[in-house]
């Protein structure tokens, strides 16, 4: 076996190397030849540029570790890539998906049409995962190349490429290993793998991997009893736990000397109670408008009052009416299950035990021509993927939802359940929306207590994905060379995401008579695209990278990318869109409408006559059924030819929102690289970076004056000078790099109006990056590995509405809470203060006719005053209709933007650490070697939101982690014992701010808590 374990036997560079930012390559295999000296660094071949180089020789930014460094450093997934790599953070974010960015680029956005800004490759195939799940086994290395990546890479490559190389088959020798792994929280991983040689030619690998293991998170409900010594029943005390397998196949076939074919067919399956999100952080506000105080920090449940839940329910009097949850002395509020006051981050406390179910299938291909002078390969790939999760929305045990005399007696409210799976509820069978049976009114319920509050989504999706790419590199003696490609791809998925509450349900089944509300269709939330392609993606790029020798020491890259994308979407948003006219006018059945007045005898709108003719119905049969009775023959048939909910494309063709585009870029790189001796170079690059923009979600068509219906693309200029340089006889590496980036159009999301909503901004990025190797002479067993990185990225001189500070700062305004019936209801809005006179409100709670446009205690709204006072010294109540204060001409307002300029980056912080070291002992009297590594991460405070408020403030963390490796000499056996994050700290990565009519609670996300373990391997076929 080896001496010293050289970083994991892989080493050299191989932990952080820095250089260009640019785009290029790099997804080959990593080889250690043999130092000249005992104890020098081994050399890393990689190919960054899509050809086989030193690491030190490539002008790119460049980190690499190898499948023992990975087990070595215990770089588990991705998210432990960023204790290890400059520049780089990790994130998990709030539907399932992940945020990898480096140098403050990365996936800022939330849509189904977006793309990230780091791009994923298995084995050079640019083909995503979910970052989250996937964990690392029998790997050859995982490559990170920092910096827009223009030219080799193309797309999605502006902040940079993370490549995951796995190991191929081997014709030589049969060999494999096992490997057993115990640990705290019941832990229990087995890995291991198998190479079977089929004859001189011919080699099949097979790969695979199984965890299991409890939640890191304590369901404090769990434990509970309530005043009758009753349990919750079906939940665990811990959650977030793991269960999922992965394996892999892989056949080699050396058709001749020149030509190489290899297969690949990969499997993930997840069935888990992993939590997509595992707190809430939340300070209580004290009045109705937003349930967590801006800028505070605490565990509380948002006011109740404030989420369509407490509206809902308080206003149909199923709940009392505006309190904010945490009263004692008032009537008819009661939680059986209240949650504890000592809670912490790693804590939930919920009634629903989360749901989570990911597949992935992943077949690829590799097939290679060498000629005399240049090389072929083509590569492809097909994913298809299935998933689905479901969580607890409000994150607690809800309070008791009491009977309604005269309305439901029984006291029972049932949450709906969806059909099942993305689409299911778009189909012809039962519990589908298009006849009115979606959920409680189909019979789908949630098999849960119906006497709470009870709110869940769920998040689902199918897709299906494939590229291909061919690519010729010549190997000219001359000064001259080329890399030319071209590829292609094609993606097709469809989704859901819903939030289904008892309290939505309720307005379906009963209507809402304090809000004015008859019963309306669908009680659920969901944002969806069709099953039938949903979400179409497609594309091509040609590219192309010269390099000339300009002297024995100078060398010129040049290098151009065409790329086109398109688009397609065909998406839908509902909730509460029919209204049952068969309850307005006292019909025996329900006679759901989208069309009402029409129905009831009033002239049609321009709306609905062009809803009408989205379905068919001409102009001329609304004006002929407009001479007729209300609820006619003529009237209904015109009603049932129109959908009660918004068919796939609904939105966007009656607002003339684009559901297809193309974006067109060209990308590339132009610099030097200077060879000042055999040891060191330096280097200077141009590039340019490029990434699609996308589709906002479908607004609804309350929204849809002030929400965009898409975003732009990104571009990004960056300039970089590095240098490389091998020291002290090869003992030590020593690399930086300093880069500038001018970013047009960074993709950002903020929660506004129910939906994600993208916007663009622009940004300036500079930063630098040192990384360095050391194997002091006199102690050839040490090595130290240390990177340092600073990042300054900012908003460059745009603004953006703050949905946590919708005055902006201007006490001109005041926040209000809508209670207009629908999809409006607890959406914020502000209202001109001045203008809120005490006539107004008067006239808001007392009207003369028809229902109030103000709810207070004043009026018999609610059963505890609500109000806010103004300016001016009026009571305002913060319940208050939109729509009346704009017919009494009071101004109101979405909000006032704040202007980002100079803020931070999301998930940028400044200053980066990273110090590891191990020592490799030989002792004969085990017959193995011994060796301890420790290393160490830290990083800077950084802000979750562009915004930049104290709220979104992450404080600076580190972690240390220990493990201590035993090898034995003939490398058969090997047995560790390690331990992650010896502090125990709650390390936080990123947040996520939820919607107003959600409360504006927020999430935080975590590193794993301390965890330590133990694993044995056997391997054989070892020398």
């Known amino acids: ?62 980190s690499a570790f190898s499948g023992t460094m990975l087990e070595d450093r215990q770089i588990i997934n991705t998210s432990d890539l960023q204790m290890n790599t400059p520049n780089v953070s990790f994130t ?25 800004g780091v791009s994923i490759h298995l084995n050079e195939i640019a083909v995503g995962t979910n970052l989250n799940s996937a964990e690392f086994y029998d790997m050859q290395r995982v490559e990170v190349l920092r910096g827009p990546q223009g030219t080799l890479f193309g797309r999605n490559a502006t902040g940079g490429v993370v490549n995951y190389v796995t190991e191929r088959p081997k014709m030589e020798t049969t060999e494999g290993f096992i490997d057993f792994e115990a640990g705290a929280y019941d832990h229990r991983r087995i890995k291991g793998a198998f190479n079977l040689p089929l004859g001189d030619r011919m080699a099949v690998r097979f790969a695979g991997m199984k965890l299991d293991r409890d939640g890191y998170i304590n369901n404090t409900a769990a434990d509970m009893v309530d005043d009758q010594g009753r349990r919750l029943p079906g939940i665990d005390s811990s959650v977030d736990g793991r269960n999922h397998y992965s394996y892999r196949i892989t056949g080699e076939w050396a058709m001749t000397d020149r030509a190489n074919l290899w297969v690949m067919y990969q499997r993930f399956d997840e069935d888990s109670d992993r939590a997509r999100i595992t707190n809430q952080v939340c300070k209580k506000n004290t009045v109705p408008t937003i349930g967590c105080i801006p800028g505070e920090f605490g565990f509380d449940n948002p006011h109740l009052g404030s989420t369509t839940g407490g509206i809902f329910g308080g206003a149909i009097g199923a709940l009392p009416f505006g309190v904010r949850g945490d009263e004692t002395n008032v009537a008819a509020l009661n939680f059986d299950y209240p949650q504890p006051e000592n809670m912490g981050f790693r804590d939930m406390h919920t009634d629903f035990d989360p749901v989570f179910q990911n597949e992935e299938d992943l077949f690829a291909f590799g097939f290679d021509y060498e000629f005399e002078n240049y090389s072929v390969t083509l590569i492809g790939a097909l994913l298809e993927t299935e998933y689905l999760a479901q969580q607890d929305y409000l994150m607690d045990v809800g309070p008791t939802l009491n009977p309604v005399p005269g309305l439901n007696p029984s006291g029972l409210w049932p949450v709906s359940a969806p059909a099942g799976g993305a689409g ?46 061919a690519k010729i590199a010549s190997a000219f003696d001359g000064p001259f060379n080329f890399t030319i490609g071209a590829n292609t791809y094609q993606s097709d998925a469809f989704g859901d995401y819903y939030v289904l509450a008892n309290t939505l349900d309720l307005v379906t089944d009963y209507g809402n008579p304090a809000l004015a509300a008859p019963p309306l269709y669908p009680g659920s939330f969901n944002n969806t695209s069709s099953p039938a392609g949903g979400n179409l993606k497609d594309g091509f790029a040609v590219f192309g990278e010269m390099y000339y020798d300009l002297t024995e020491k100078a060398k010129l890259t040049i290098g151009l990318r065409y790329n086109e994308d398109n688009k397609e979407t065909r998406d839908t948003s509902v909730l509460f869109n029919a209204v049952d006219v068969g309850a307005i006018v006292g019909l025996p059945n329900s006679l759901w409408s989208r069309v009402t007045g029409f129905l009831l005898g009033v002239p049609p709108s321009a709306g609905d006559v062009a809803l009408g003719e989205l379905y068919g119905v001409s102009a001329q049969q609304f004006a002929d059924a407009a001479l007729t009775a209300p609820l006619s023959a003529e009237r209904l048939a015109i009603n049932g030819a129109i959908p009660i909910v918004p068919g796939f494309g609904e939105q966007r063709i009656l607002t003339g929102s684009p559901s297809e585009d193309t974006w067109e870029e060209v990308t590339g790189r132009i610099g030097i690289d200077y060879q000042i001796n055999d040891d060191s170079m330096v280097f200077l690059f141009l590039s340019r970076g490029y990434k699609p923009g996308g589709f906002n979600p479908a607004i609804p068509p309350a929204f849809q004056d002030n929400s965009a219906f898409t975003f732009d693309s990104e571009k990004i200029d960056a300039i970089e000078f590095g240098t490389k340089n091998v020291l002290l006889d090869g003992r030590m590496t020593l690399n930086g790099s300093l880069f500038a980036y001018d970013y047009g159009g960074l993709q950002v999301t903020r929660i506004a109006n129910n939906s994600s909503i993208n916007d663009n901004v622009d940004a300036k990025t500079w930063g630098m990056e040192i990384d360095t190797v050391f194997r002091p002479e006199s102690m050839p067993q040490l090595t130290i590995d240390a990177s340092y990185s600073y990042l300054s990225a900012e908003v460059d001189g745009s603004q953006s509405l703050d949905p946590t500070n919708r005055t902006g700062g201007d006490d001109a305004w005041i926040l209000m809470n809508n209670i207009d019936p629908g999809s409006l209801t607890a959406v914020n809005y502000i209202a001109r203060q001045a203008q809120l006179t005490q006539t107004v409100v008067d006239a808001a709670l007392f009207p003369a006719s028809g229902a109030p446009g103000a709810l207070d205690i004043r009026n018999g709204g609610t059963v505890v005053d609500v109000s806010q006072t103004t300016s001016q010294g009026v009571s305002v109540p913060a319940y208050f209709s939109r729509a009346f204060l704009t017919a009494a001409g009071v101004e109101t307002s979405d909000g006032i933007p704040v202007s980002l300029d100079g803020n931070s980056l999301p998930n940028s912080p400044e200053h980066t650490i990273h110090i590891g070291a191990q020592y490799t002992w030989e002792l004969p009297a085990i017959s193995g070697t011994l060796t301890p590594r420790w290393d160490y991460y830290w990083q800077d405070d950084m802000y979750a939101r562009e915004f930049n408020t104290q709220a979104d403030f992450i404080e600076a963390w580190d972690q240390h982690n220990l493990s201590l490796i035993y090898e034995s000499f003939d490398g058969k056996w090997q047995a560790r014992a390690w331990v992650r994050n010896i502090q125990d700290s709650n390390n936080i990565t990123g947040h996520y701010l939820t919607s107003d009519t959600s409360g504006f609670y927020r999430n935080y996300f975590l590193t794993e808590p301390r965890i330590w373990g133990a694993s044995l391997r056997y391997t054989m076929g070892a020398n």
């Open 1 to 62: 076996m080896t001496q010293s374990r050289p970083l994991g036997r892989v080493h050299g560079v191989c932990g952080m190397l820095l250089g260009s930012t640019l785009a290029l390559g790099y997804a080959p295999v990593v080889q250690a030849e043999q130092a000249a000296s005992s104890n020098a660094i081994e050399e890393v071949i990689v190919s960054a540029q899509r050809r086989q180089e030193s690491i030190q020789d490539v002008p790119i930014a460049v």
């Open 424 to 469: 299911a509820d778009w189909g012809t069978g039962p519990c589908n929306y298009r006849d009115a049976t979606h959920g409680v009114e189909g019979g789908c319920i949630l098999p849960v207590d119906q006497t709470r509050v009870f709110a869940y989504d769920q998040s689902s999706s199918e897709s299906e994905y494939w590229t291909l790419e």
């Open 92 to 116: 998990s974010t709030n539907f399932g998906g992940s945020n990898l960015s480096i140098r403050g680029i990365g996936n800022l956005v939330i849509s189904s049409s977006a793309d990230p």
